[in-house]
């Protein structure tokens, strides 16, 4: 990571008091491709998301036991489908259990993908920081050519 550039957050959306596991698993594997995980809870997603000056916010979600997917239906999902409406949030769901029917849910916003545990840390941590690149606004450049001009004309 270039030490003039600012470092990139990834929020991770925290569903318990107690961070899970995966979060310190994740954010050190993140670190080695200049992401940084902060832990975020889904109230201030919600004034995240509506306050700050970034375009696109990406958000991880881990959903690893029967207990935090009951967490996960009473918080996040009622709140998640209109914050996904914004386009301004990449959301990334990771889970033990299947699609949680979710896909069907979220499909026509195309910024919810859904990642089926077990997944290795350092493979998940490569897949973040490629989608990152690609969706950075570094890497936004007009297909064409330069447009062409008169030339010298005297």
Not at 129 to 150: Q, T
Request: hydrophobic content about 45%; cysteine-free.
């Amino acid at each position: 990571m270039d030490d003039r550039e600012d470092p990139t957050l990834i929020f991770f959306l925290t569903l318990d008091e107690a961070l899970p596991v995966a979060f310190y698993t994740l954010d050190r594997s993140l670190r080695e491709h200049g992401l940084i995980l902060v832990p975020v809870r889904i109230d201030e997603l919600q004034r995240l998301v509506s306050l700050t000056e970034q375009t696109k916010i990406t958000v991880l979600a881990s959903v690893a036991d029967a207990r935090e997917l009951r967490l996960y239906s009473d918080q996040a999902r009622g709140l998640l489908k209109y914050l996904l409406k914004s386009r301004r949030l990449t959301f990334l769901l990771l889970s033990s259990f299947s699609r949680l029917n979710d896909g069907r849910t979220f499909a026509m916003t195309r910024n919810f993908f859904f990642l089926k545990y077990p997944i290795h840390t350092r493979l998940l941590s490569a897949r973040i920081a490629r989608y990152h690149l690609l969706n950075s606004d570094k890497n936004i450049k007009w297909p064409g050519g330069r447009r062409a001009g008169l030339g010298a004309v005297a």
